[in-house]
Protein backbone atom coordinates (compact mmCIF):
# COMPACT_ATOMS: atom_id res chain seq x y z
CA UNK A 1 0.00 0.00 0.00
CA UNK A 2 2.72 2.66 1.00
CA UNK A 3 4.52 1.57 -2.54
CA UNK A 4 1.11 2.60 -4.26
CA UNK A 5 1.01 5.74 -2.53
CA UNK A 6 4.40 6.22 -3.57
CA UNK A 7 4.21 5.79 -7.54
CA UNK A 8 0.42 5.58 -7.82
CA UNK A 9 0.22 9.84 -8.14
CA UNK A 10 2.81 9.96 -10.93
CA UNK A 11 0.52 6.99 -12.93
CA UNK A 12 -2.12 9.11 -12.20
CA UNK A 13 -0.66 12.51 -13.94
CA UNK A 14 0.62 10.95 -16.55
CA UNK A 15 -2.84 8.59 -17.37
CA UNK A 16 -4.22 11.40 -19.48
CA UNK A 17 -1.84 11.24 -21.97
CA UNK A 18 -1.64 7.07 -21.88
CA UNK A 19 -4.98 7.29 -22.62
CA UNK A 20 -4.73 9.96 -25.41
CA UNK A 21 -2.18 8.24 -27.66
CA UNK A 22 -3.94 5.08 -26.94
CA UNK A 23 -7.39 6.06 -28.40
CA UNK A 24 -5.35 9.02 -30.73
CA UNK A 25 -2.25 6.60 -31.61
CA UNK A 26 -2.69 3.05 -31.57
CA UNK A 27 -6.53 2.80 -31.48
CA UNK A 28 -7.12 4.96 -35.19
CA UNK A 29 -4.38 3.09 -36.52
CA UNK A 30 -6.19 0.22 -35.95
CA UNK A 31 -9.55 2.14 -37.27
CA UNK A 32 -7.76 2.70 -40.84
CA UNK A 33 -6.44 -0.55 -41.61
CA UNK A 34 -10.33 -1.82 -40.71
CA UNK A 35 -10.68 1.05 -43.54
CA UNK A 36 -7.89 0.11 -45.50
CA UNK A 37 -9.97 -3.52 -45.70
CA UNK A 38 -13.47 -2.23 -46.44
CA UNK A 39 -14.96 -1.96 -49.30
CA UNK A 40 -15.38 2.10 -48.13
CA UNK A 41 -14.92 3.79 -51.93
CA UNK A 42 -16.16 6.54 -53.83
CA UNK A 43 -19.67 6.08 -52.18
CA UNK A 44 -21.13 5.60 -48.26
CA UNK A 45 -19.35 4.20 -45.97
CA UNK A 46 -19.80 0.47 -45.53
CA UNK A 47 -18.77 -1.90 -42.98
CA UNK A 48 -18.12 -5.02 -45.93
CA UNK A 49 -14.56 -6.32 -45.59
CA UNK A 50 -12.70 -6.19 -48.85
CA UNK A 51 -8.97 -6.52 -49.20
CA UNK A 52 -9.86 -4.99 -52.77
CA UNK A 53 -7.45 -2.02 -52.01
CA UNK A 54 -4.45 -3.66 -51.59
CA UNK A 55 -4.51 -6.01 -54.81
CA UNK A 56 -4.49 -2.63 -56.24
CA UNK A 57 -1.16 -1.82 -54.87
CA UNK A 58 0.61 -5.51 -54.61
CA UNK A 59 1.29 -8.05 -57.57
CA UNK A 60 -1.24 -10.60 -57.86
CA UNK A 61 1.01 -13.42 -57.80
CA UNK A 62 4.34 -15.07 -57.33
CA UNK A 63 4.52 -14.75 -60.74
CA UNK A 64 4.00 -11.03 -61.16
CA UNK A 65 6.33 -10.23 -58.61
CA UNK A 66 9.08 -10.29 -60.96
CA UNK A 67 7.35 -7.81 -63.13
CA UNK A 68 6.31 -5.35 -60.15
CA UNK A 69 9.61 -4.84 -58.97
CA UNK A 70 11.42 -4.24 -62.47
CA UNK A 71 8.65 -1.91 -63.02
CA UNK A 72 8.93 -0.25 -59.61
CA UNK A 73 12.70 -0.29 -60.76
CA UNK A 74 12.59 1.47 -64.02
CA UNK A 75 9.53 3.56 -63.66
CA UNK A 76 8.20 1.97 -66.75
CA UNK A 77 4.41 0.66 -66.78
CA UNK A 78 4.00 -3.12 -67.53
CA UNK A 79 0.85 -4.05 -69.44
CA UNK A 80 0.75 -7.89 -67.93
CA UNK A 81 0.55 -6.12 -64.39
CA UNK A 82 -2.64 -5.78 -63.12
CA UNK A 83 -1.23 -3.35 -59.83
CA UNK A 84 -2.69 0.83 -60.25
CA UNK A 85 -0.07 2.05 -62.36
CA UNK A 86 0.07 5.21 -60.23
CA UNK A 87 1.13 3.46 -57.62
CA UNK A 88 3.99 1.46 -59.34
CA UNK A 89 5.28 5.66 -60.69
CA UNK A 90 4.94 6.34 -56.72
CA UNK A 91 7.15 3.74 -55.39
CA UNK A 92 10.03 4.33 -58.61
CA UNK A 93 9.60 7.88 -57.25
CA UNK A 94 10.10 7.04 -53.63
CA UNK A 95 13.12 4.84 -54.24
CA UNK A 96 14.55 7.21 -56.16
CA UNK A 97 13.79 10.39 -53.82
CA UNK A 98 15.21 7.90 -50.72
CA UNK A 99 18.38 7.07 -52.09
CA UNK A 100 19.41 10.78 -53.68
CA UNK A 101 18.11 12.57 -50.42
CA UNK A 102 19.40 9.91 -47.55
CA UNK A 103 22.62 9.57 -49.56
CA UNK A 104 23.37 13.89 -50.31
CA UNK A 105 21.86 14.52 -47.02
CA UNK A 106 24.15 12.09 -44.39
CA UNK A 107 27.58 13.17 -47.15
CA UNK A 108 26.90 17.10 -47.13
CA UNK A 109 26.26 17.03 -43.56
CA UNK A 110 29.02 14.79 -42.08
CA UNK A 111 31.17 16.62 -44.57
CA UNK A 112 30.22 19.95 -43.37
CA UNK A 113 30.39 18.57 -39.78
CA UNK A 114 34.35 17.61 -40.70
CA UNK A 115 34.95 20.88 -41.79
CA UNK A 116 33.90 22.25 -38.74
CA UNK A 117 35.56 19.58 -35.92
CA UNK A 118 38.83 21.20 -35.60
CA UNK A 119 37.33 24.71 -34.51
CA UNK A 120 37.30 27.51 -37.53
CA UNK A 121 37.23 30.86 -37.28
CA UNK A 122 33.21 31.87 -36.89
CA UNK A 123 32.07 28.28 -37.32
CA UNK A 124 28.81 29.41 -34.64
CA UNK A 125 27.94 32.12 -38.23
CA UNK A 126 28.31 28.69 -40.35
CA UNK A 127 26.69 26.51 -38.09
CA UNK A 128 23.70 28.95 -37.56
CA UNK A 129 23.49 29.40 -41.61
CA UNK A 130 23.41 25.82 -42.66
CA UNK A 131 21.04 24.96 -39.92
CA UNK A 132 18.33 27.64 -41.08
CA UNK A 133 16.53 25.91 -43.13
CA UNK A 134 15.50 23.67 -40.63
CA UNK A 135 13.33 26.64 -39.13
CA UNK A 136 11.72 26.97 -42.48
CA UNK A 137 7.98 25.06 -43.80
CA UNK A 138 8.84 22.99 -46.75
CA UNK A 139 5.85 24.80 -48.60
CA UNK A 140 7.77 28.07 -47.92
CA UNK A 141 10.89 26.09 -49.16
CA UNK A 142 9.20 24.71 -52.25
CA UNK A 143 7.48 28.06 -52.91
CA UNK A 144 11.58 29.00 -54.28
CA UNK A 145 12.58 26.10 -54.97
CA UNK A 146 10.27 25.68 -57.30
CA UNK A 147 10.99 28.93 -59.42
CA UNK A 148 14.88 28.05 -59.12
CA UNK A 149 14.22 24.55 -60.71
CA UNK A 150 12.00 25.94 -63.13
CA UNK A 151 12.50 23.69 -66.11
CA UNK A 152 11.70 26.05 -69.18
CA UNK A 153 14.15 26.09 -71.66
CA UNK A 154 16.29 28.36 -74.07
CA UNK A 155 15.42 31.92 -73.83
CA UNK A 156 12.84 31.12 -71.49
CA UNK A 157 15.28 29.90 -69.00
CA UNK A 158 15.37 31.08 -65.26
CA UNK A 159 16.05 29.91 -62.02
CA UNK A 160 18.97 27.82 -61.61
CA UNK A 161 19.21 26.68 -65.29
CA UNK A 162 19.75 30.66 -66.25
CA UNK A 163 22.30 31.36 -63.53
CA UNK A 164 24.01 28.11 -64.59
CA UNK A 165 24.17 29.70 -68.17
CA UNK A 166 25.42 33.14 -66.78
CA UNK A 167 28.11 31.22 -65.29
CA UNK A 168 29.19 29.93 -68.30
CA UNK A 169 27.88 26.16 -66.53
CA UNK A 170 25.29 26.06 -68.98
CA UNK A 171 25.96 22.33 -69.88
CA UNK A 172 24.53 22.00 -66.10
CA UNK A 173 20.82 23.29 -66.93
CA UNK A 174 18.48 20.59 -66.77
CA UNK A 175 14.59 19.42 -66.66
CA UNK A 176 15.00 19.49 -62.98
CA UNK A 177 11.56 17.70 -61.60
CA UNK A 178 10.33 17.32 -64.84
CA UNK A 179 13.13 15.48 -66.04
CA UNK A 180 11.69 11.62 -67.45
CA UNK A 181 14.46 9.70 -65.75
CA UNK A 182 15.76 11.66 -62.72
CA UNK A 183 12.75 13.50 -61.64
CA UNK A 184 12.67 12.58 -58.30
CA UNK A 185 16.06 12.82 -57.37
CA UNK A 186 15.77 16.70 -57.88
CA UNK A 187 13.11 16.65 -55.94
CA UNK A 188 15.65 15.35 -53.53
CA UNK A 189 18.00 18.44 -53.79
CA UNK A 190 15.07 21.06 -51.51
CA UNK A 191 14.79 18.23 -48.93
CA UNK A 192 18.48 17.73 -48.92
CA UNK A 193 18.69 21.55 -48.48
CA UNK A 194 16.39 21.50 -45.83
CA UNK A 195 18.48 19.01 -43.85
CA UNK A 196 21.73 18.44 -44.50
CA UNK A 197 22.36 21.53 -41.79
CA UNK A 198 20.41 18.91 -39.08
CA UNK A 199 22.72 16.16 -40.10
CA UNK A 200 25.55 18.50 -40.12
CA UNK A 201 24.76 19.38 -36.27
CA UNK A 202 24.38 15.72 -35.54
CA UNK A 203 27.70 14.84 -36.80
CA UNK A 204 29.56 17.70 -35.02
CA UNK A 205 27.46 16.68 -31.59
CA UNK A 206 29.50 12.96 -32.78
CA UNK A 207 32.97 14.86 -33.36
CA UNK A 208 32.89 16.33 -30.38
CA UNK A 209 31.86 13.68 -28.00
CA UNK A 210 35.03 11.58 -29.04
CA UNK A 211 37.32 12.01 -25.55
CA UNK A 212 40.28 14.11 -26.85
CA UNK A 213 42.81 11.76 -24.87
CA UNK A 214 41.55 9.51 -27.25
CA UNK A 215 43.16 11.43 -30.13
CA UNK A 216 45.92 12.81 -28.19
CA UNK A 217 47.10 8.88 -27.57
CA UNK A 218 46.84 8.18 -31.16
CA UNK A 219 48.65 10.98 -32.01
CA UNK A 220 51.37 9.67 -29.31
CA UNK A 221 52.09 7.11 -30.99
CA UNK A 222 52.69 8.75 -34.30
CA UNK A 223 49.61 8.56 -36.30
CA UNK A 224 49.03 11.42 -38.58
CA UNK A 225 45.99 13.29 -38.26
CA UNK A 226 44.05 11.21 -40.75
CA UNK A 227 44.97 8.00 -39.64
CA UNK A 228 43.37 9.42 -36.11
CA UNK A 229 40.17 10.52 -37.59
CA UNK A 230 40.19 7.30 -39.68
CA UNK A 231 41.03 4.71 -36.55
CA UNK A 232 39.72 6.92 -33.62
CA UNK A 233 37.07 9.23 -34.77
CA UNK A 234 35.28 7.51 -37.40
CA UNK A 235 34.30 4.18 -35.04
CA UNK A 236 33.03 6.40 -32.68
CA UNK A 237 30.17 8.00 -35.21
CA UNK A 238 28.55 4.52 -35.62
CA UNK A 239 25.36 5.68 -33.24
CA UNK A 240 25.41 9.14 -34.69
CA UNK A 241 25.10 7.54 -38.65
CA UNK A 242 22.42 5.00 -37.80
CA UNK A 243 20.45 7.91 -35.92
CA UNK A 244 20.62 9.90 -39.14
CA UNK A 245 20.01 7.10 -41.00
CA UNK A 246 16.77 6.65 -39.08
CA UNK A 247 15.68 10.10 -39.35
CA UNK A 248 16.38 10.44 -43.15
CA UNK A 249 14.64 7.63 -44.24
CA UNK A 250 11.48 7.98 -42.16
CA UNK A 251 10.96 11.88 -43.72
CA UNK A 252 11.74 10.35 -46.68
CA UNK A 253 9.43 7.55 -46.73
CA UNK A 254 6.10 10.23 -45.47
CA UNK A 255 7.58 13.22 -47.58
CA UNK A 256 4.60 15.28 -48.82
CA UNK A 257 4.30 19.37 -48.02
CA UNK A 258 7.61 19.56 -50.23
CA UNK A 259 6.51 17.74 -52.88
CA UNK A 260 2.49 19.37 -53.02
CA UNK A 261 4.52 22.66 -53.03
CA UNK A 262 6.84 22.13 -56.12
CA UNK A 263 4.70 19.45 -58.42
CA UNK A 264 1.51 20.13 -57.04
CA UNK A 265 -1.01 17.15 -57.66
CA UNK A 266 0.98 16.00 -61.01
CA UNK A 267 1.92 12.24 -61.68
CA UNK A 268 5.49 12.99 -62.60
CA UNK A 269 6.06 14.34 -59.25
CA UNK A 270 3.66 12.11 -57.00
CA UNK A 271 4.93 9.94 -54.24
CA UNK A 272 2.71 7.59 -52.28
CA UNK A 273 2.15 10.44 -49.06
CA UNK A 274 0.80 12.63 -52.22
CA UNK A 275 -1.56 9.85 -53.85
CA UNK A 276 -3.15 8.91 -50.67
CA UNK A 277 -4.00 12.73 -50.46
CA UNK A 278 -5.44 12.27 -53.87
CA UNK A 279 -7.41 9.65 -53.58
CA UNK A 280 -8.93 10.95 -50.46
CA UNK A 281 -9.70 14.32 -51.51
CA UNK A 282 -10.13 14.10 -54.96
CA UNK A 283 -11.27 10.40 -55.92
CA UNK A 284 -12.68 9.81 -52.06
CA UNK A 285 -11.57 6.13 -52.49
CA UNK A 286 -10.84 6.22 -48.29
CA UNK A 287 -10.24 1.80 -48.45
CA UNK A 288 -7.28 2.72 -50.77
CA UNK A 289 -6.02 5.66 -49.32
CA UNK A 290 -5.56 3.94 -46.06
CA UNK A 291 -4.31 1.35 -47.53
CA UNK A 292 -1.49 3.28 -48.50
CA UNK A 293 -1.52 5.26 -45.37
CA UNK A 294 -0.84 1.60 -43.45
CA UNK A 295 1.66 0.87 -45.91
CA UNK A 296 3.80 4.06 -45.15
CA UNK A 297 3.52 3.08 -41.56
CA UNK A 298 4.77 -0.15 -41.93
CA UNK A 299 7.44 0.77 -43.59
CA UNK A 300 8.37 3.10 -40.99
CA UNK A 301 7.48 1.05 -37.86
CA UNK A 302 10.04 -1.40 -39.83
CA UNK A 303 12.65 1.53 -40.15
CA UNK A 304 12.05 2.60 -36.26
CA UNK A 305 10.68 -0.15 -33.77
CA UNK A 306 14.14 -1.30 -33.71
CA UNK A 307 16.12 1.51 -33.28
CA UNK A 308 13.88 2.24 -30.27
CA UNK A 309 14.47 -0.66 -28.10
CA UNK A 310 18.13 -0.70 -29.10
CA UNK A 311 17.79 2.89 -27.56
CA UNK A 312 15.79 2.27 -24.37
CA UNK A 313 17.59 -0.25 -23.61
CA UNK A 314 21.48 0.99 -24.06
CA UNK A 315 19.71 3.83 -22.05
CA UNK A 316 18.81 1.74 -19.29
CA UNK A 317 22.33 0.00 -19.55
CA UNK A 318 23.83 2.64 -18.77
CA UNK B 1 60.54 29.15 -31.44
CA UNK B 2 61.76 32.20 -33.71
CA UNK B 3 65.06 30.63 -33.66
CA UNK B 4 63.44 27.64 -34.79
CA UNK B 5 61.49 29.87 -37.57
CA UNK B 6 64.98 30.88 -38.48
CA UNK B 7 66.38 27.70 -39.39
CA UNK B 8 63.56 25.84 -40.86
CA UNK B 9 64.55 23.32 -43.49
CA UNK B 10 62.72 22.84 -46.74
CA UNK B 11 60.66 19.66 -45.70
CA UNK B 12 59.12 22.19 -42.42
CA UNK B 13 58.50 24.92 -44.91
CA UNK B 14 56.72 22.56 -47.41
CA UNK B 15 54.57 21.19 -44.42
CA UNK B 16 53.68 24.80 -43.46
CA UNK B 17 52.48 25.52 -46.67
CA UNK B 18 50.49 22.67 -47.30
CA UNK B 19 48.90 22.99 -43.78
CA UNK B 20 47.57 26.72 -45.39
CA UNK B 21 46.76 25.28 -48.36
CA UNK B 22 44.55 22.80 -46.69
CA UNK B 23 43.19 26.09 -44.19
CA UNK B 24 42.47 27.63 -47.83
CA UNK B 25 40.83 24.86 -49.32
CA UNK B 26 39.14 24.55 -46.19
CA UNK B 27 37.37 27.74 -45.87
CA UNK B 28 36.50 28.17 -49.48
CA UNK B 29 33.88 24.53 -48.81
CA UNK B 30 32.64 26.40 -46.10
CA UNK B 31 32.37 29.87 -47.74
CA UNK B 32 30.79 28.21 -51.28
CA UNK B 33 28.60 25.69 -48.96
CA UNK B 34 27.02 28.71 -46.66
CA UNK B 35 26.30 30.27 -50.44
CA UNK B 36 24.38 27.71 -51.47
CA UNK B 37 22.12 27.59 -48.54
CA UNK B 38 21.38 31.16 -48.36
CA UNK B 39 20.98 31.33 -52.51
CA UNK B 40 17.42 30.85 -52.20
CA UNK B 41 16.67 33.84 -49.42
CA UNK B 42 18.62 35.74 -51.74
CA UNK B 43 16.30 34.71 -54.18
CA UNK B 44 13.51 35.30 -52.05
CA UNK B 45 14.40 39.06 -51.04
CA UNK B 46 15.45 40.06 -54.55
CA UNK B 47 12.12 39.05 -56.00
CA UNK B 48 9.89 40.26 -52.85
CA UNK B 49 11.31 44.16 -53.83
CA UNK B 50 10.84 44.37 -57.46
CA UNK B 51 8.08 45.99 -58.88
CA UNK B 52 5.18 43.49 -60.77
CA UNK B 53 7.03 45.36 -64.22
CA UNK B 54 10.26 44.19 -63.55
CA UNK B 55 9.52 40.54 -61.99
CA UNK B 56 10.51 39.47 -65.11
CA UNK B 57 11.75 35.88 -64.75
CA UNK B 58 15.08 36.22 -67.46
CA UNK B 59 16.47 39.39 -64.46
CA UNK B 60 15.32 37.25 -61.76
CA UNK B 61 19.40 36.87 -60.38
CA UNK B 62 20.06 40.78 -60.90
CA UNK B 63 18.96 43.66 -58.28
CA UNK B 64 15.77 45.71 -58.51
CA UNK B 65 16.29 49.22 -60.69
CA UNK B 66 13.48 50.21 -58.63
CA UNK B 67 13.27 48.94 -54.81
CA UNK B 68 9.47 48.35 -53.40
CA UNK B 69 7.41 47.39 -51.48
CA UNK B 70 4.48 46.52 -53.38
CA UNK B 71 5.12 43.05 -53.37
CA UNK B 72 5.13 42.50 -49.48
CA UNK B 73 1.53 45.18 -49.88
CA UNK B 74 0.14 42.81 -51.52
CA UNK B 75 1.19 39.95 -49.70
CA UNK B 76 0.49 41.14 -46.51
CA UNK B 77 -2.89 42.46 -46.43
CA UNK B 78 -3.93 42.99 -50.75
CA UNK B 79 -6.97 42.16 -51.51
CA UNK B 80 -6.01 39.06 -54.06
CA UNK B 81 -3.41 37.93 -52.11
CA UNK B 82 -3.52 39.24 -48.65
CA UNK B 83 -2.07 36.67 -45.83
CA UNK B 84 -3.08 38.56 -42.77
CA UNK B 85 -6.47 36.81 -42.18
CA UNK B 86 -4.70 33.67 -42.46
CA UNK B 87 -1.60 35.00 -40.00
CA UNK B 88 -4.21 35.45 -37.61
CA UNK B 89 -5.62 31.85 -37.94
CA UNK B 90 -1.90 30.29 -37.42
CA UNK B 91 -1.66 32.13 -34.23
CA UNK B 92 -5.18 31.62 -33.18
CA UNK B 93 -4.35 28.10 -33.20
CA UNK B 94 0.04 27.53 -32.45
CA UNK B 95 -0.46 29.29 -29.20
CA UNK B 96 -2.84 27.74 -27.45
CA UNK B 97 -1.40 24.81 -28.65
CA UNK B 98 2.35 25.45 -28.46
CA UNK B 99 1.52 26.13 -24.46
CA UNK B 100 -0.76 23.13 -23.74
CA UNK B 101 1.20 20.74 -25.50
CA UNK B 102 4.54 21.71 -23.18
CA UNK B 103 3.28 22.26 -20.11
CA UNK B 104 1.47 18.43 -20.76
CA UNK B 105 5.12 17.02 -21.93
CA UNK B 106 6.75 18.81 -18.40
CA UNK B 107 4.43 17.24 -16.35
CA UNK B 108 5.18 13.80 -18.55
CA UNK B 109 8.48 13.94 -18.42
CA UNK B 110 8.58 14.74 -14.54
CA UNK B 111 6.97 12.10 -13.92
CA UNK B 112 8.70 9.27 -16.32
CA UNK B 113 12.26 10.24 -15.19
CA UNK B 114 11.66 11.69 -11.45
CA UNK B 115 8.76 9.87 -10.05
CA UNK B 116 8.81 6.61 -11.75
CA UNK B 117 6.11 3.99 -11.39
CA UNK B 118 6.73 0.06 -12.58
CA UNK B 119 6.53 -0.04 -16.21
CA UNK B 120 7.31 3.79 -16.45
CA UNK B 121 9.95 2.83 -19.07
CA UNK B 122 7.43 1.03 -21.03
CA UNK B 123 5.05 3.50 -21.15
CA UNK B 124 7.34 6.22 -22.49
CA UNK B 125 8.31 4.06 -25.39
CA UNK B 126 4.71 3.62 -25.65
CA UNK B 127 4.47 6.91 -25.73
CA UNK B 128 7.25 7.91 -28.00
CA UNK B 129 6.47 5.47 -30.68
CA UNK B 130 3.93 8.33 -31.74
CA UNK B 131 6.52 10.90 -32.61
CA UNK B 132 7.02 8.81 -35.67
CA UNK B 133 4.01 7.40 -37.12
CA UNK B 134 3.53 8.88 -40.46
CA UNK B 135 0.22 10.81 -39.70
CA UNK B 136 -1.61 10.00 -42.60
CA UNK B 137 -2.02 6.40 -40.70
CA UNK B 138 -4.26 8.02 -38.39
CA UNK B 139 -5.84 11.08 -40.53
CA UNK B 140 -8.55 9.49 -42.41
CA UNK B 141 -10.25 8.00 -38.70
CA UNK B 142 -9.05 11.30 -37.26
CA UNK B 143 -11.49 13.64 -39.44
CA UNK B 144 -14.13 11.17 -39.47
CA UNK B 145 -14.14 11.00 -35.21
CA UNK B 146 -14.34 15.17 -35.48
CA UNK B 147 -17.25 14.61 -37.82
CA UNK B 148 -18.89 11.96 -35.29
CA UNK B 149 -18.35 14.13 -32.53
CA UNK B 150 -19.64 17.13 -34.08
CA UNK B 151 -16.28 18.57 -32.80
CA UNK B 152 -16.19 23.07 -33.27
CA UNK B 153 -14.75 23.17 -37.12
CA UNK B 154 -11.45 25.13 -37.72
CA UNK B 155 -8.80 26.01 -35.43
CA UNK B 156 -9.82 24.30 -32.43
CA UNK B 157 -10.29 20.78 -34.15
CA UNK B 158 -6.31 21.74 -35.10
CA UNK B 159 -4.88 22.54 -31.80
CA UNK B 160 -6.48 19.13 -30.27
CA UNK B 161 -4.79 17.65 -32.85
CA UNK B 162 -1.37 19.37 -32.75
CA UNK B 163 -1.70 18.53 -28.91
CA UNK B 164 -2.19 15.46 -28.74
CA UNK B 165 0.82 14.18 -31.05
CA UNK B 166 2.86 16.75 -29.92
CA UNK B 167 2.86 14.73 -26.39
CA UNK B 168 5.53 12.28 -27.78
CA UNK B 169 8.04 14.96 -28.42
CA UNK B 170 7.89 17.13 -25.49
CA UNK B 171 7.51 14.42 -23.15
CA UNK B 172 10.93 13.33 -24.47
CA UNK B 173 12.39 16.62 -23.92
CA UNK B 174 11.25 17.00 -20.63
CA UNK B 175 12.08 14.01 -19.65
CA UNK B 176 16.21 14.29 -20.84
CA UNK B 177 16.41 17.56 -19.29
CA UNK B 178 14.79 16.51 -15.90
CA UNK B 179 17.16 13.20 -15.85
CA UNK B 180 20.07 15.88 -15.70
CA UNK B 181 18.91 17.31 -12.57
CA UNK B 182 20.44 15.98 -9.31
CA UNK B 183 18.57 13.34 -7.51
CA UNK B 184 19.18 14.81 -4.27
CA UNK B 185 16.76 17.84 -4.99
CA UNK B 186 13.96 15.71 -5.21
CA UNK B 187 14.68 13.12 -2.31
CA UNK B 188 14.98 16.13 -0.13
CA UNK B 189 11.35 17.09 -0.84
CA UNK B 190 10.65 13.83 -0.48
CA UNK B 191 12.35 13.49 2.85
CA UNK B 192 10.65 16.99 3.74
CA UNK B 193 7.18 14.89 2.93
CA UNK B 194 6.19 16.64 -0.24
CA UNK B 195 3.88 15.03 -2.10
CA UNK B 196 4.71 14.85 -6.44
CA UNK B 197 2.56 18.31 -7.01
CA UNK B 198 4.44 20.35 -4.42
CA UNK B 199 7.68 18.84 -5.63
CA UNK B 200 7.04 19.62 -8.98
CA UNK B 201 5.54 22.66 -8.38
CA UNK B 202 8.06 24.09 -5.55
CA UNK B 203 11.18 22.05 -6.90
CA UNK B 204 11.12 21.22 -10.45
CA UNK B 205 9.06 23.53 -12.31
CA UNK B 206 11.28 26.45 -11.42
CA UNK B 207 14.40 25.01 -12.54
CA UNK B 208 12.48 24.37 -15.76
CA UNK B 209 12.76 27.36 -17.83
CA UNK B 210 15.45 26.49 -20.22
CA UNK B 211 13.55 22.84 -20.90
CA UNK B 212 10.52 25.29 -21.50
CA UNK B 213 11.92 27.42 -23.69
CA UNK B 214 13.46 24.17 -25.95
CA UNK B 215 9.91 22.59 -25.77
CA UNK B 216 8.27 25.01 -26.93
CA UNK B 217 10.05 26.53 -29.47
CA UNK B 218 10.17 22.98 -30.75
CA UNK B 219 6.55 22.79 -31.07
CA UNK B 220 5.99 26.05 -32.21
CA UNK B 221 8.36 25.85 -35.41
CA UNK B 222 6.55 22.59 -36.08
CA UNK B 223 2.79 23.58 -35.73
CA UNK B 224 3.60 26.67 -37.66
CA UNK B 225 4.96 25.21 -40.14
CA UNK B 226 2.70 21.84 -40.10
CA UNK B 227 0.96 21.72 -43.47
CA UNK B 228 -0.38 17.90 -43.51
CA UNK B 229 -2.74 18.35 -40.99
CA UNK B 230 -4.44 21.41 -41.64
CA UNK B 231 -5.01 20.04 -45.46
CA UNK B 232 -6.70 17.54 -43.99
CA UNK B 233 -8.80 18.96 -41.11
CA UNK B 234 -9.52 21.96 -42.07
CA UNK B 235 -11.97 22.49 -45.01
CA UNK B 236 -13.26 26.14 -44.43
CA UNK B 237 -11.32 28.06 -46.71
CA UNK B 238 -11.36 31.24 -44.16
CA UNK B 239 -9.83 29.10 -41.44
CA UNK B 240 -6.84 27.85 -43.30
CA UNK B 241 -3.49 28.69 -41.07
CA UNK B 242 -0.84 30.13 -43.07
CA UNK B 243 0.96 27.34 -44.85
CA UNK B 244 -2.40 26.25 -47.13
CA UNK B 245 -3.24 29.55 -47.95
CA UNK B 246 0.28 30.13 -49.23
CA UNK B 247 0.28 27.47 -51.10
CA UNK B 248 -3.05 27.87 -52.22
CA UNK B 249 -1.30 31.34 -53.98
CA UNK B 250 1.71 30.42 -55.30
CA UNK B 251 0.04 27.12 -56.50
CA UNK B 252 -1.62 29.16 -58.79
CA UNK B 253 0.41 30.05 -61.79
CA UNK B 254 -1.72 33.61 -62.45
CA UNK B 255 0.13 34.91 -59.01
CA UNK B 256 3.21 37.07 -59.91
CA UNK B 257 6.15 35.60 -58.86
CA UNK B 258 7.14 38.59 -56.61
CA UNK B 259 4.24 38.54 -54.79
CA UNK B 260 4.88 34.93 -54.38
CA UNK B 261 8.30 35.59 -53.02
CA UNK B 262 7.03 37.80 -50.88
CA UNK B 263 4.45 35.90 -49.26
CA UNK B 264 6.73 32.99 -48.87
CA UNK B 265 9.12 35.75 -46.42
CA UNK B 266 6.15 36.67 -44.58
CA UNK B 267 4.57 33.21 -43.68
CA UNK B 268 8.43 32.18 -42.71
CA UNK B 269 9.29 35.32 -40.80
CA UNK B 270 7.63 34.90 -37.36
CA UNK B 271 9.73 30.99 -37.19
CA UNK B 272 13.18 32.78 -38.49
CA UNK B 273 12.76 35.79 -36.21
CA UNK B 274 12.33 32.85 -33.40
CA UNK B 275 15.19 30.84 -35.06
CA UNK B 276 17.61 33.95 -34.83
CA UNK B 277 16.92 35.12 -31.69
CA UNK B 278 16.98 31.94 -30.17
CA UNK B 279 18.90 29.65 -31.95
CA UNK B 280 21.14 27.73 -29.59
CA UNK B 281 17.65 26.69 -27.85
CA UNK B 282 16.27 25.80 -30.89
CA UNK B 283 19.78 23.75 -31.73
CA UNK B 284 18.67 21.85 -28.41
CA UNK B 285 15.62 21.27 -29.29
CA UNK B 286 17.17 19.35 -32.67
CA UNK B 287 19.28 17.09 -30.92
CA UNK B 288 16.58 16.08 -28.51
CA UNK B 289 14.78 15.07 -31.97
CA UNK B 290 17.12 13.03 -32.35
CA UNK B 291 16.89 10.97 -29.19
CA UNK B 292 20.24 12.41 -27.93
CA UNK B 293 18.88 13.21 -24.31
Known amino acids: ?318 | MSTAAVTVGPKIRARRRKRTLALVVKYAALVFAAIVVLLPVYVLLVASFKSGAEADPSRAWALPHVWTLDAWREAWNGDQYGLLPFLKNSLKLVIPATLISTFLGSLNGFVLSRWRFPGSDLVFLFLLFGMFIPYQAVMIPLTQIFIDVNAPEGIPRLVFAHVIYGIPITTLIFRSYYATIPEDLIEAARMDRAGMLRTYWSVVLPISAPAFVVTAIWQFTSIWNDFLFAVFIITDPSKWPVTVALNNTTGSFVTPYNVQMAAALIASLPTLIVYIALGRYFMRGLMAGALKG
Request: hydrophobic share 55%.
Open chain 1, 1 to 318: MRKIRRWGPGLLLVSPSIVLVAVFVYGLIGWNVKVSLSDWRQSVETSGFDTGAYGELFPGSAGELDDFAGAVLSGNQSDTLSTDPAWIIDLHHALLFTIAFVAGALLIGASLAFLLDKGVKGEGVFRAIYLFPMAVSFIAAGVVWRWLMNPAPGDRSTGLNLLFDKLGLGFLANQWYLGTNWGAAALAIPAIWALSGYIMALYLAGFRGVPEELREAARMDGASEWRVYRHVVFPHLTPVTLSALIILGHISIKVFDLIVAIGGKQLITQTPAVYMWILIYDARDYAKGAAIATLLLVGIAVLVIPYLVYTVRSERRL
